[in-house]
């Protein structure tokens, strides 16, 4: 029953989502067609053309971002898990995500020696972890320090996790912000489809979940912590790339549902 309770809840999740989706396509194709309209009509001023042709190609490009959180977000999304270095991984993504902060940001890395490398699609993470780095901005409006990090952690088959992960070993990634935090009812509501706290241009409230789908998508799961003036963490959970084959064959009891 449980599980049925779940399924109905991800259909349900999924039904807002594509209806979200199909109104915000829906913009971009509106978009497209007037500005194709108006090339039409002012063929012959030049300048004018290259104005409407702008908002054409802006606005192929918003509908193929659409798409790719669509497909980030669904099962089908093509994952290709294959294993990663954390450490590299992060030290390669220092200066896009100093980018993405702007300068009043500092951002520190903190990792310890020996990590063991994580089973997820690169591509994938990293968009997360973009999309994470973006959050953190917005709630660091005046500045302040991200920090990431990673640690490995054992899952034993004895613990009361309560987070639905099978026995193994996990590396945290981490991504700690000193901004303005989350009330209970934001964070309560917060990786839910569609939720944001932000204006239309500014949110679609699908990066936490779609962070999420990914976490579990991987065989992991996400994790927030978040308070008031005391900023957030949010930590990725992801399977390390030994533990898959071991927690494979010493699996005792049904896995849970995860469809791969
Ligand atoms: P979006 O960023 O588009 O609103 P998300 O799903 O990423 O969508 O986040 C949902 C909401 O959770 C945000 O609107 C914001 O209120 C809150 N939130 C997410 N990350 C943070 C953060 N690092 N600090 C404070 N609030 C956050």
Redesign the pocket.
């Known amino acids: 029953a449980q599980a049925r309770a779940a399924h109905a809840q991800r259909m349900q999740a999924l039904g807002q989502l594509a209806g979200g989706i199909a109104h915000d396509f829906n913009n971009v194709l509106q978009a497209v067609q007037s500005g194709a309209e108006m090339i039409e009509m002012c063929c012959e001023e030049p300048e004018t053309v290259q104005e409407f042709d702008r908002i054409v190609l802006d606005s192929a490009q918003r509908g193929m971002a659409i798409t790719r959180r669509l497909l980030a977000f669904s099962r089908r999304g093509d994952l290709r898990a294959k294993p990663i270095d954390p450490v590299r991984l992060l030290d390669s993504m220092r200066d896009i995500l100093a980018q993405t902060l702007g300068s009043p940001i500092a951002v520190r890395i903190e990792t310890p020696p020996g990590l063991p490398a994580v089973m997820a699609d690169r591509g994938q993470l990293e968009t997360v972890l973009v ?2 780095a ?3 901005r ?2 660091m409006p005046d500045g302040g320090a991200l920090t990431l990090g990673a640690m490995p952690e054992d899952v034993r088959a004895d613990a009361v996790h309560g987070m639905g992960l099978r026995p193994g070993r996990y590396v945290r990634l981490s991504i700690a ?1 000193t ?4 009330d209970p009812e ?1 964070l309560g ?3 839910e489809p569609f ?4 204006s239309r241009e ?10 999420k789908g990914f976490a579990e998508q991987s065989g992991g799961t996400l994790e ?1 912590e ?1 308070a008031p003036g005391r ?2 963490i ?1 930590t990725l959970w992801l399977p390390a790339a030994d533990a898959r084959t071991e927690a494979a064959s010493e699996q005792t009891g049904p896995a849970p549902a995860s469809g791969r």
């Open positions: 999309n994470l973006t959050n953190a917005d709630a912000d901004g303005t935090g989350m934001t509501r917060a990786m939720f944001t706290t932000k500014h949110g679609t409230g699908l990066g936490l979940s779609m962070a927030i978040s900023g957030t949010v």
